[in-house]
Protein backbone atom coordinates (compact mmCIF):
# COMPACT_ATOMS: atom_id res chain seq x y z
CA UNK A 1 0.00 0.00 0.00
CA UNK A 2 2.49 2.34 0.46
CA UNK A 3 4.10 2.11 -2.28
CA UNK A 4 1.03 2.65 -4.52
CA UNK A 5 0.75 5.87 -2.42
CA UNK A 6 4.25 7.18 -2.93
CA UNK A 7 3.32 6.89 -6.89
CA UNK A 8 0.13 8.59 -7.03
CA UNK A 9 1.15 11.46 -6.03
CA UNK A 10 1.17 14.81 -8.28
CA UNK A 11 -0.41 15.97 -11.16
CA UNK A 12 -0.55 12.83 -13.57
CA UNK A 13 2.11 12.24 -16.55
CA UNK A 14 -0.38 10.96 -18.53
CA UNK A 15 -3.86 11.27 -18.97
CA UNK A 16 -6.62 10.19 -21.44
CA UNK A 17 -9.67 11.62 -21.34
CA UNK A 18 -12.67 10.62 -22.80
CA UNK A 19 -11.16 8.76 -25.07
CA UNK A 20 -12.78 6.60 -28.11
CA UNK A 21 -11.28 4.77 -31.00
CA UNK A 22 -12.96 3.34 -34.13
CA UNK A 23 -11.27 1.64 -37.10
CA UNK A 24 -13.64 1.77 -39.86
CA UNK A 25 -17.29 0.07 -38.12
CA UNK A 26 -15.73 -1.42 -35.19
CA UNK A 27 -15.32 0.72 -31.81
CA UNK A 28 -12.27 -0.63 -30.36
CA UNK A 29 -12.28 2.04 -27.07
CA UNK A 30 -14.95 3.64 -25.63
CA UNK A 31 -15.26 6.40 -22.54
CA UNK A 32 -11.38 5.54 -22.16
CA UNK A 33 -10.42 7.58 -18.79
CA UNK A 34 -6.78 6.96 -17.70
CA UNK A 35 -4.40 8.96 -15.27
CA UNK A 36 -0.56 7.44 -14.74
CA UNK A 37 1.20 8.94 -12.13
CA UNK A 38 4.79 9.80 -12.71
CA UNK A 39 6.75 6.87 -11.44
CA UNK A 40 3.51 4.51 -11.68
CA UNK A 41 3.82 1.27 -12.46
CA UNK A 42 0.46 0.26 -14.53
CA UNK A 43 -0.18 -3.54 -16.16
CA UNK A 44 -2.90 -3.69 -18.28
CA UNK A 45 -4.51 -7.32 -18.88
CA UNK A 46 -7.90 -8.00 -20.85
CA UNK A 47 -8.74 -10.09 -23.87
CA UNK A 48 -6.96 -10.59 -26.97
CA UNK A 49 -8.52 -7.77 -28.91
CA UNK A 50 -9.73 -5.38 -26.31
CA UNK A 51 -7.64 -3.05 -27.27
CA UNK A 52 -4.63 -2.82 -25.26
CA UNK A 53 -1.99 -2.61 -27.69
CA UNK A 54 -4.12 0.42 -29.21
CA UNK A 55 -4.68 2.63 -26.07
CA UNK A 56 -0.13 1.95 -25.89
CA UNK A 57 0.02 3.13 -29.83
CA UNK A 58 -2.50 6.08 -29.27
CA UNK A 59 0.57 7.55 -26.36
CA UNK A 60 2.79 7.24 -28.93
CA UNK A 61 0.67 9.02 -32.07
CA UNK A 62 1.12 5.63 -33.72
CA UNK A 63 -2.71 5.96 -33.73
CA UNK A 64 -5.04 9.08 -33.45
CA UNK A 65 -8.00 8.92 -30.95
CA UNK A 66 -11.31 9.49 -32.48
CA UNK A 67 -12.66 11.32 -30.07
CA UNK A 68 -11.41 12.80 -26.53
CA UNK A 69 -7.70 13.93 -25.41
CA UNK A 70 -4.53 12.76 -24.15
CA UNK A 71 -1.98 14.52 -22.50
CA UNK A 72 1.35 13.91 -21.76
CA UNK A 73 3.06 16.05 -18.92
CA UNK A 74 0.46 18.62 -18.88
CA UNK A 75 0.55 18.87 -22.43
CA UNK A 76 -2.15 18.21 -25.55
CA UNK A 77 -0.65 15.58 -27.60
CA UNK A 78 -2.63 16.09 -30.96
CA UNK A 79 -3.22 20.29 -29.91
CA UNK A 80 -0.50 22.95 -29.16
CA UNK A 81 -1.59 26.18 -27.37
CA UNK A 82 -0.74 29.14 -29.35
CA UNK A 83 -1.96 32.24 -27.03
CA UNK A 84 -4.70 30.87 -25.42
CA UNK A 85 -5.89 29.32 -28.91
CA UNK A 86 -6.14 25.60 -29.17
CA UNK A 87 -4.44 24.17 -33.09
CA UNK A 88 -3.90 20.85 -34.27
CA UNK A 89 -0.24 19.93 -33.15
CA UNK A 90 2.24 20.01 -36.04
CA UNK A 91 5.07 17.69 -36.81
CA UNK A 92 7.14 19.86 -34.19
CA UNK A 93 5.05 19.42 -31.44
CA UNK A 94 4.32 16.01 -31.80
CA UNK A 95 7.54 15.15 -31.73
CA UNK A 96 8.57 17.53 -28.77
CA UNK A 97 5.52 15.72 -26.52
CA UNK A 98 6.38 11.88 -28.54
CA UNK A 99 9.95 12.44 -27.04
CA UNK A 100 8.66 11.76 -23.59
CA UNK A 101 7.40 8.33 -24.26
CA UNK A 102 9.25 4.90 -25.44
CA UNK A 103 7.38 1.96 -26.91
CA UNK A 104 8.75 -2.14 -26.47
CA UNK A 105 6.94 -3.85 -29.47
CA UNK A 106 5.76 -7.32 -29.20
CA UNK A 107 7.68 -7.66 -32.23
CA UNK A 108 11.05 -6.03 -31.43
CA UNK A 109 11.24 -3.90 -34.31
CA UNK A 110 14.96 -4.05 -34.13
CA UNK A 111 16.50 -2.80 -37.45
CA UNK A 112 17.91 -5.61 -39.04
CA UNK A 113 20.39 -3.69 -41.03
CA UNK A 114 22.24 -2.38 -38.47
CA UNK A 115 24.30 -3.50 -35.61
CA UNK A 116 22.96 -4.23 -32.23
CA UNK A 117 25.63 -1.06 -31.38
CA UNK A 118 24.04 0.46 -34.29
CA UNK A 119 20.28 0.34 -33.38
CA UNK A 120 20.51 1.67 -30.06
CA UNK A 121 23.07 4.76 -30.77
CA UNK A 122 20.82 5.83 -34.28
CA UNK A 123 18.36 7.86 -31.95
CA UNK A 124 20.58 9.15 -29.49
CA UNK A 125 22.60 10.82 -32.53
CA UNK A 126 19.98 11.90 -35.19
CA UNK A 127 16.74 12.31 -32.82
CA UNK A 128 18.85 14.01 -29.82
CA UNK A 129 21.79 15.17 -31.12
CA UNK A 130 24.71 13.86 -29.06
CA UNK A 131 27.78 12.80 -30.27
CA UNK A 132 28.56 9.91 -31.55
CA UNK A 133 31.38 9.20 -28.69
CA UNK A 134 28.63 10.55 -26.68
CA UNK A 135 26.05 7.79 -27.69
CA UNK A 136 28.24 5.19 -28.30
CA UNK A 137 29.08 5.13 -24.80
CA UNK A 138 25.09 5.52 -23.38
CA UNK A 139 24.10 3.04 -26.13
CA UNK A 140 26.87 0.35 -24.67
CA UNK A 141 26.30 1.03 -21.09
CA UNK A 142 22.41 0.49 -21.66
CA UNK A 143 23.36 -2.94 -23.48
CA UNK A 144 25.50 -3.86 -20.58
CA UNK A 145 22.86 -3.32 -18.55
CA UNK A 146 20.03 -5.59 -20.35
CA UNK A 147 23.01 -7.71 -20.50
CA UNK A 148 24.06 -7.54 -24.15
CA UNK A 149 27.62 -5.70 -23.53
CA UNK A 150 29.19 -8.58 -25.73
CA UNK A 151 27.36 -8.62 -28.69
CA UNK A 152 28.03 -5.01 -29.62
CA UNK A 153 29.10 -5.87 -33.38
CA UNK A 154 26.29 -8.63 -33.97
CA UNK A 155 23.03 -8.01 -36.25
CA UNK A 156 20.07 -8.69 -34.76
CA UNK A 157 19.42 -12.37 -37.20
CA UNK A 158 22.07 -13.36 -35.01
CA UNK A 159 20.89 -13.04 -31.82
CA UNK A 160 17.56 -15.37 -29.98
CA UNK A 161 14.01 -13.94 -29.62
CA UNK A 162 14.78 -13.00 -25.94
CA UNK A 163 18.18 -11.17 -26.63
CA UNK A 164 16.36 -8.68 -29.21
CA UNK A 165 13.85 -7.66 -27.15
CA UNK A 166 16.50 -7.02 -24.98
CA UNK A 167 18.04 -4.65 -27.55
CA UNK A 168 14.52 -3.66 -28.36
CA UNK A 169 14.51 -2.11 -24.70
CA UNK A 170 17.86 -0.83 -24.83
CA UNK A 171 16.97 1.15 -27.45
CA UNK A 172 13.93 2.58 -25.70
CA UNK A 173 15.71 3.37 -22.57
CA UNK A 174 18.84 5.12 -23.93
CA UNK A 175 16.35 7.78 -25.17
CA UNK A 176 15.55 8.58 -21.46
CA UNK A 177 11.93 8.68 -21.39
CA UNK A 178 9.60 9.14 -18.68
CA UNK A 179 6.92 7.18 -19.52
CA UNK A 180 8.00 3.10 -20.82
CA UNK A 181 4.98 1.02 -22.53
CA UNK A 182 5.97 -2.61 -22.84
CA UNK A 183 3.34 -3.89 -25.43
CA UNK A 184 3.22 -7.83 -24.09
CA UNK A 185 7.16 -7.83 -24.81
CA UNK A 186 7.24 -11.40 -24.43
CA UNK A 187 4.71 -13.21 -26.42
CA UNK A 188 6.69 -13.75 -29.43
CA UNK A 189 9.07 -15.16 -27.36
CA UNK A 190 10.08 -19.14 -26.77
CA UNK A 191 9.27 -20.04 -23.40
CA UNK A 192 12.60 -20.49 -22.33
CA UNK A 193 13.05 -16.50 -23.23
CA UNK A 194 10.71 -15.09 -21.18
CA UNK A 195 12.61 -15.07 -18.18
CA UNK A 196 15.52 -12.99 -19.08
CA UNK A 197 13.04 -10.55 -20.58
CA UNK A 198 11.11 -10.17 -17.36
CA UNK A 199 13.71 -9.89 -15.46
CA UNK A 200 15.31 -7.09 -17.21
CA UNK A 201 11.31 -5.31 -17.11
CA UNK A 202 11.40 -5.99 -13.32
CA UNK A 203 15.14 -4.51 -13.14
CA UNK A 204 13.90 -1.23 -14.46
CA UNK A 205 11.04 -1.07 -12.49
CA UNK A 206 13.09 -1.76 -9.26
CA UNK A 207 14.62 1.42 -9.58
CA UNK A 208 12.13 3.09 -9.36
CA UNK A 209 11.52 6.72 -11.19
CA UNK A 210 10.15 5.04 -14.19
CA UNK A 211 6.61 5.69 -15.21
CA UNK A 212 5.82 2.30 -16.61
CA UNK A 213 2.75 0.80 -18.69
CA UNK A 214 2.80 -3.39 -18.97
CA UNK A 215 0.41 -4.58 -21.06
CA UNK A 216 0.88 -8.04 -20.57
CA UNK A 217 -0.76 -11.76 -20.29
CA UNK A 218 1.84 -12.71 -17.84
CA UNK A 219 -0.09 -12.85 -14.45
CA UNK A 220 2.30 -13.63 -11.94
CA UNK A 221 4.83 -11.20 -13.24
CA UNK A 222 2.01 -7.95 -13.56
CA UNK A 223 1.40 -8.87 -9.64
CA UNK A 224 4.67 -8.71 -8.81
CA UNK A 225 5.66 -5.41 -10.32
CA UNK A 226 2.43 -3.22 -10.63
CA UNK A 227 1.52 -0.86 -8.33
CA UNK A 228 -2.35 -0.53 -10.04
CA UNK A 229 -3.76 -3.42 -12.54
CA UNK A 230 -6.55 -2.29 -15.13
CA UNK A 231 -8.23 -4.95 -16.82
CA UNK A 232 -10.12 -3.44 -19.88
CA UNK A 233 -12.48 -5.18 -22.40
CA UNK A 234 -13.00 -2.03 -25.05
CA UNK A 235 -13.55 0.05 -22.30
CA UNK A 236 -12.07 -0.05 -18.19
CA UNK A 237 -13.92 -3.05 -16.47
CA UNK A 238 -11.93 -2.64 -13.04
CA UNK A 239 -8.83 -1.41 -11.60
CA UNK A 240 -6.92 -1.50 -8.12
CA UNK A 241 -3.97 -2.77 -6.80
CA UNK A 242 -2.40 -6.53 -7.66
CA UNK A 243 -4.24 -7.41 -4.67
CA UNK A 244 -7.44 -6.17 -5.28
CA UNK A 245 -7.96 -7.42 -8.81
CA UNK A 246 -6.45 -11.06 -8.43
CA UNK A 247 -7.65 -12.34 -5.45
CA UNK A 248 -10.91 -10.15 -5.27
CA UNK A 249 -11.89 -8.89 -8.38
CA UNK A 250 -15.24 -7.38 -8.11
CA UNK A 251 -16.46 -7.76 -12.01
CA UNK A 252 -17.48 -11.32 -13.27
CA UNK A 253 -16.05 -10.44 -16.25
CA UNK A 254 -12.65 -9.59 -14.24
CA UNK A 255 -12.79 -13.10 -12.85
CA UNK A 256 -13.92 -15.11 -16.25
CA UNK A 257 -11.01 -13.77 -17.58
CA UNK A 258 -8.65 -14.30 -14.80
CA UNK A 259 -9.85 -18.05 -14.05
CA UNK A 260 -8.38 -19.09 -17.64
CA UNK A 261 -5.02 -18.18 -16.18
CA UNK A 262 -5.73 -19.88 -12.60
CA UNK A 263 -6.35 -23.04 -14.45
CA UNK A 264 -3.34 -22.92 -16.43
CA UNK B 1 32.91 -11.84 -97.12
CA UNK B 2 34.25 -10.11 -93.90
CA UNK B 3 37.04 -8.32 -94.38
CA UNK B 4 39.15 -7.44 -91.20
CA UNK B 5 41.48 -5.31 -92.44
CA UNK B 6 38.38 -2.76 -92.73
CA UNK B 7 36.91 -4.24 -89.47
CA UNK B 8 40.13 -3.23 -87.77
CA UNK B 9 40.29 0.24 -89.70
CA UNK B 10 36.46 1.36 -88.30
CA UNK B 11 37.03 0.03 -84.76
CA UNK B 12 38.68 3.33 -83.53
CA UNK B 13 36.02 5.51 -84.91
CA UNK B 14 33.52 3.23 -83.38
CA UNK B 15 34.99 3.41 -80.49
CA UNK B 16 35.18 6.81 -79.72
CA UNK B 17 31.36 7.02 -80.46
CA UNK B 18 31.13 4.30 -77.99
CA UNK B 19 32.15 7.13 -75.56
CA UNK B 20 29.02 9.30 -76.46
CA UNK B 21 26.69 5.89 -75.33
CA UNK B 22 28.37 5.39 -72.61
CA UNK B 23 28.13 8.71 -70.69
CA UNK B 24 24.58 9.09 -72.41
CA UNK B 25 23.64 5.85 -70.33
CA UNK B 26 25.36 6.68 -67.12
CA UNK B 27 24.07 10.18 -66.85
CA UNK B 28 20.55 9.21 -68.06
CA UNK B 29 20.66 6.40 -65.45
CA UNK B 30 21.68 8.44 -62.90
CA UNK B 31 18.82 10.81 -63.49
CA UNK B 32 16.26 7.76 -63.88
CA UNK B 33 17.78 6.32 -60.08
CA UNK B 34 17.40 9.81 -58.93
CA UNK B 35 14.45 11.23 -59.93
CA UNK B 36 12.32 7.62 -59.56
CA UNK B 37 13.13 7.27 -55.92
CA UNK B 38 12.05 10.93 -55.34
CA UNK B 39 8.71 9.93 -57.22
CA UNK B 40 8.04 6.37 -55.57
CA UNK B 41 8.60 8.83 -52.10
CA UNK B 42 6.47 11.44 -53.08
CA UNK B 43 3.67 9.27 -53.98
CA UNK B 44 3.57 7.62 -50.26
CA UNK B 45 2.74 11.38 -48.84
CA UNK B 46 0.03 12.32 -47.10
CA UNK B 47 -0.42 15.34 -49.70
CA UNK B 48 -3.33 14.11 -51.70
CA UNK B 49 -3.01 16.56 -54.62
CA UNK B 50 0.77 16.38 -55.16
CA UNK B 51 0.06 12.40 -55.26
CA UNK B 52 -2.49 12.58 -57.89
CA UNK B 53 -0.56 15.19 -59.84
CA UNK B 54 2.46 13.25 -59.92
CA UNK B 55 0.83 10.01 -60.53
CA UNK B 56 -1.08 11.56 -63.30
CA UNK B 57 2.19 12.52 -64.84
CA UNK B 58 4.08 9.51 -64.73
CA UNK B 59 1.11 7.49 -66.23
CA UNK B 60 1.79 10.16 -69.15
CA UNK B 61 5.25 9.28 -69.53
CA UNK B 62 5.15 5.83 -69.37
CA UNK B 63 2.48 5.02 -72.14
CA UNK B 64 4.00 7.41 -74.53
CA UNK B 65 7.00 6.35 -76.92
CA UNK B 66 9.85 7.79 -75.84
CA UNK B 67 10.68 8.59 -79.96
CA UNK B 68 8.14 11.07 -79.33
CA UNK B 69 9.16 12.84 -76.39
CA UNK B 70 12.62 12.92 -77.96
CA UNK B 71 10.92 14.96 -80.43
CA UNK B 72 9.11 16.81 -78.52
CA UNK B 73 11.69 17.94 -76.20
CA UNK B 74 14.17 18.34 -78.70
CA UNK B 75 12.69 20.10 -81.86
CA UNK B 76 8.97 21.72 -79.89
CA UNK B 77 10.59 22.95 -76.51
CA UNK B 78 12.94 25.07 -78.23
CA UNK B 79 9.28 27.08 -79.61
CA UNK B 80 8.91 27.72 -76.04
CA UNK B 81 12.34 29.18 -75.62
CA UNK B 82 14.04 26.29 -74.08
CA UNK B 83 17.01 24.99 -76.50
CA UNK B 84 18.96 22.16 -75.59
CA UNK B 85 21.70 19.84 -76.86
CA UNK B 86 21.18 17.14 -78.41
CA UNK B 87 23.10 14.96 -75.73
CA UNK B 88 20.98 17.26 -72.83
CA UNK B 89 17.38 16.64 -74.53
CA UNK B 90 18.31 13.04 -75.14
CA UNK B 91 19.67 12.62 -71.40
CA UNK B 92 16.71 14.53 -70.04
CA UNK B 93 14.15 12.59 -71.89
CA UNK B 94 15.70 9.24 -71.70
CA UNK B 95 16.31 9.53 -68.15
CA UNK B 96 12.58 11.17 -67.02
CA UNK B 97 11.04 8.31 -68.92
CA UNK B 98 12.84 5.36 -66.90
CA UNK B 99 12.76 7.16 -63.75
CA UNK B 100 8.55 6.45 -64.18
CA UNK B 101 10.08 2.60 -64.76
CA UNK B 102 11.80 2.87 -61.62
CA UNK B 103 9.75 4.07 -59.67
CA UNK B 104 7.86 1.39 -59.68
CA UNK B 105 10.49 -1.09 -58.92
CA UNK B 106 11.63 1.26 -56.18
CA UNK B 107 7.89 1.14 -54.54
CA UNK B 108 7.78 -2.49 -54.58
CA UNK B 109 11.29 -2.57 -52.95
CA UNK B 110 9.69 0.13 -49.85
CA UNK B 111 6.85 -1.51 -49.50
CA UNK B 112 8.61 -5.31 -48.85
CA UNK B 113 10.13 -3.18 -45.89
CA UNK B 114 7.72 -4.26 -42.47
CA UNK B 115 5.28 -1.29 -41.44
CA UNK B 116 7.03 -2.23 -38.03
CA UNK B 117 10.31 -0.70 -39.69
CA UNK B 118 8.33 2.57 -39.57
CA UNK B 119 6.62 2.70 -36.30
CA UNK B 120 9.91 1.67 -34.51
CA UNK B 121 11.55 4.43 -35.64
CA UNK B 122 8.53 6.89 -35.66
CA UNK B 123 8.33 6.31 -32.07
CA UNK B 124 11.70 6.57 -31.76
CA UNK B 125 10.95 10.21 -32.80
CA UNK B 126 13.43 10.03 -35.67
CA UNK B 127 12.48 12.92 -38.45
CA UNK B 128 10.64 11.73 -41.80
CA UNK B 129 13.37 12.36 -43.93
CA UNK B 130 15.82 10.66 -41.43
CA UNK B 131 13.58 8.00 -41.79
CA UNK B 132 13.92 7.39 -45.43
CA UNK B 133 17.69 7.88 -45.02
CA UNK B 134 18.58 5.10 -42.23
CA UNK B 135 15.70 3.06 -41.71
CA UNK B 136 14.16 2.75 -45.25
CA UNK B 137 16.15 3.06 -48.01
CA UNK B 138 19.12 0.85 -47.16
CA UNK B 139 16.41 -1.83 -46.78
CA UNK B 140 14.43 -1.16 -49.41
CA UNK B 141 17.03 -0.87 -52.00
CA UNK B 142 19.56 -4.20 -51.67
CA UNK B 143 16.42 -6.69 -52.50
CA UNK B 144 15.60 -4.43 -56.27
CA UNK B 145 19.47 -4.42 -57.17
CA UNK B 146 18.79 -6.87 -59.94
CA UNK B 147 16.00 -5.25 -61.27
CA UNK B 148 17.21 -2.14 -61.35
CA UNK B 149 20.16 -3.61 -63.20
CA UNK B 150 18.24 -4.93 -66.00
CA UNK B 151 16.81 -1.64 -66.65
CA UNK B 152 19.99 0.03 -66.73
CA UNK B 153 20.84 -2.48 -69.53
CA UNK B 154 17.42 -2.31 -70.91
CA UNK B 155 18.26 1.81 -70.73
CA UNK B 156 22.06 1.23 -72.81
CA UNK B 157 20.12 -0.37 -75.71
CA UNK B 158 17.67 2.34 -75.80
CA UNK B 159 20.29 5.02 -76.81
CA UNK B 160 20.23 4.48 -80.10
CA UNK B 161 17.26 6.25 -80.31
CA UNK B 162 19.52 9.46 -79.89
CA UNK B 163 20.14 9.29 -83.25
CA UNK B 164 16.61 10.43 -83.72
CA UNK B 165 17.73 14.08 -82.34
CA UNK B 166 21.08 14.11 -84.37
CA UNK B 167 22.96 13.05 -81.74
CA UNK B 168 25.73 10.75 -83.70
CA UNK B 169 26.18 7.89 -80.90
CA UNK B 170 27.61 4.58 -81.49
CA UNK B 171 25.06 2.74 -83.64
CA UNK B 172 24.53 6.23 -86.36
CA UNK B 173 28.42 5.84 -86.46
CA UNK B 174 28.12 2.52 -88.25
CA UNK B 175 24.83 3.61 -90.44
CA UNK B 176 26.90 6.22 -91.33
CA UNK B 177 30.31 4.00 -92.11
CA UNK B 178 28.43 1.74 -94.01
CA UNK B 179 26.62 4.43 -95.91
CA UNK B 180 29.94 5.98 -96.94
CA UNK B 181 31.43 2.67 -97.75
CA UNK B 182 28.55 0.78 -99.14
CA UNK B 183 29.81 -1.47 -96.35
CA UNK B 184 27.29 -2.20 -93.36
CA UNK B 185 28.38 -6.05 -93.06
CA UNK B 186 31.52 -5.17 -90.36
CA UNK B 187 30.13 -1.99 -88.84
CA UNK B 188 26.36 -2.76 -87.60
CA UNK B 189 27.87 -6.73 -86.58
CA UNK B 190 30.21 -4.75 -84.45
CA UNK B 191 27.66 -2.52 -82.80
CA UNK B 192 25.72 -5.90 -82.03
CA UNK B 193 28.81 -7.01 -80.51
CA UNK B 194 29.47 -4.29 -78.74
CA UNK B 195 26.31 -3.95 -77.13
CA UNK B 196 26.53 -7.59 -76.22
CA UNK B 197 29.78 -7.35 -74.54
CA UNK B 198 28.42 -4.56 -72.74
CA UNK B 199 25.63 -5.65 -71.83
CA UNK B 200 27.03 -8.59 -70.15
CA UNK B 201 29.54 -6.96 -68.21
CA UNK B 202 27.13 -4.45 -66.82
CA UNK B 203 25.00 -7.87 -65.65
CA UNK B 204 28.27 -8.88 -64.13
CA UNK B 205 28.38 -5.71 -62.22
CA UNK B 206 24.76 -5.90 -61.27
CA UNK B 207 25.25 -9.13 -59.55
CA UNK B 208 28.81 -8.26 -57.95
CA UNK B 209 26.97 -5.21 -56.32
CA UNK B 210 23.92 -7.16 -55.22
CA UNK B 211 26.20 -9.64 -54.04
CA UNK B 212 27.95 -7.10 -51.71
CA UNK B 213 24.64 -5.45 -50.27
CA UNK B 214 23.22 -8.45 -49.49
N1 LIG C 1 -5.06 -0.54 -37.77
C1 LIG C 1 -6.19 -1.24 -37.51
N2 LIG C 1 -7.18 -1.28 -38.42
C2 LIG C 1 -8.32 -1.96 -38.17
N3 LIG C 1 -8.57 -2.62 -37.04
C3 LIG C 1 -7.63 -2.61 -36.09
C4 LIG C 1 -6.38 -1.92 -36.28
N4 LIG C 1 -5.63 -2.09 -35.17
C5 LIG C 1 -6.37 -2.85 -34.34
N5 LIG C 1 -7.56 -3.17 -34.89
C6 LIG C 1 -8.62 -3.97 -34.25
O1 LIG C 1 -8.89 -3.38 -33.00
C7 LIG C 1 -9.17 -4.39 -32.04
C8 LIG C 1 -8.27 -4.17 -30.83
O2 LIG C 1 -6.94 -4.47 -31.21
P1 LIG C 1 -5.73 -4.40 -30.21
O3 LIG C 1 -4.54 -4.82 -30.98
O4 LIG C 1 -5.68 -3.05 -29.56
O5 LIG C 1 -6.13 -5.48 -29.12
P2 LIG C 1 -5.23 -6.12 -27.99
O6 LIG C 1 -6.00 -5.97 -26.73
O7 LIG C 1 -3.86 -5.56 -28.02
O8 LIG C 1 -5.21 -7.65 -28.40
P3 LIG C 1 -4.04 -8.76 -28.20
O9 LIG C 1 -4.10 -9.22 -26.78
O10 LIG C 1 -4.44 -9.84 -29.16
O11 LIG C 1 -2.76 -8.11 -28.55
C9 LIG C 1 -8.96 -5.71 -32.72
O12 LIG C 1 -10.22 -6.23 -33.07
C10 LIG C 1 -8.18 -5.37 -33.95
O13 LIG C 1 -8.50 -6.24 -35.00
MG1 LIG D 1 -1.98 -6.33 -28.42
Known sequence: MEKQNDAVKGRPIVRYHKIAKVFGDQQVLTDIDLDIFPGEKVALIGPSGSGKTTLGRLLVTLERPTSGTIEVNGELLWHKSVNGQLLPADEKHLRRVRGQIGLVFQQFNLFPHMSILQNVMEAPVHVLGMSKGEAKEQATAMLNKVGLGHKLESYPRQLSGGQQQRVAIARALVMRPKVMVFDEVTSALDPEMVGEVLAVLKEIAAEGNMTMLLITHEMAFAREVADRVIFMDGKIVEQGSPNDIFVNPQNPRTNAFLSRFRQA | ?214
Open chain 2, 1 to 214: MWDWSFTIAILPELLKALKITLSATVVAYFLACVLGLLIAMVKRTTWKLVVYAVSGVVEFIRSTPILAQLYFVFYVFPKFGLTLTPFVAGVLTIGVHYSTYLSEVYRAGIDAVPVGQWEAASVLNFSRARIWLTIIIPQAIPPIVPVLGNYLIALLKETPLLSAITLVEVLETAKIIGDNSFRYLEPITLVGLIFLVLSYLLSLLVQQIHAKLS
